[in-house]
């Protein structure tokens, strides 16, 4: 049977799964990253989207249990190499860093999606993710020229 649910808990359901979504969008693509998605987003077509996006993809489906985070950013950087989409692609690769994967695995993870997806799509995959890898690099050295501890490291499990 399935449970009859009034108009306002389903609401209060959508605010949690948002709410959960937005904490692991900002564990994982960070503060700036997200901040300026949704300012890009402050009007009454595209919020709906950037709603969608933090309660679905990163409220149900990034905080469920089952895979580590830098496994999931594995699996989202093989199929934005498939998909080629650039721009996501570069969130993620960072986000990957963030969640503790190493540049080595990064690589390994864009060559086995160019061997099952094709040569452009891997090649394309490397251009993004040597752009993000090398300014993550400077960021780090940054940090570190400043006594300030590095992001690296692995963003926190739920």
Not at 58 to 82: D, H, Q, Y
Request: proline share 3%; glycine share 12%.
């Amino acid at each position: 049977m399935v449970a009859d649910y009034s108009p306002e808990e389903v609401q209060k359901a959508h605010e949690v799964l948002y709410n959960e979504g937005l904490k692991m969008r900002y564990k994982v693509a960070g503060k700036e990253y997200v901040d300026k998605s949704l300012a890009a987003a402050d009007n009454p077509f595209a919020k709906p989207m950037q709603e969608y996006v933090a309660e679905a993809c990163w409220g149900w489906v990034w905080t469920r249990p089952g895979l580590e985070l830098k496994t999931r950013s594995f699996l989202n950087i093989a199929m934005l190499c498939a998909l080629n989409r650039g721009t996501e692609l570069g969130t993620h690769v960072r986000g990957a860093l963030t969640n503790g994967a190493s540049e080595e695995e990064i690589r390994e993870v864009i060559l086995h999606a160019a061997g099952y997806c094709g040569m452009p799509a891997g090649i394309e995959g490397f251009r993004v993710a040597g752009k993000v890898v090398e300014e993550w690099r400077k960021e780090q050295e940054a940090k570190k020229g400043q006594g300030v501890e590095g992001e690296g490291g692995v963003a926190e499990e739920k």
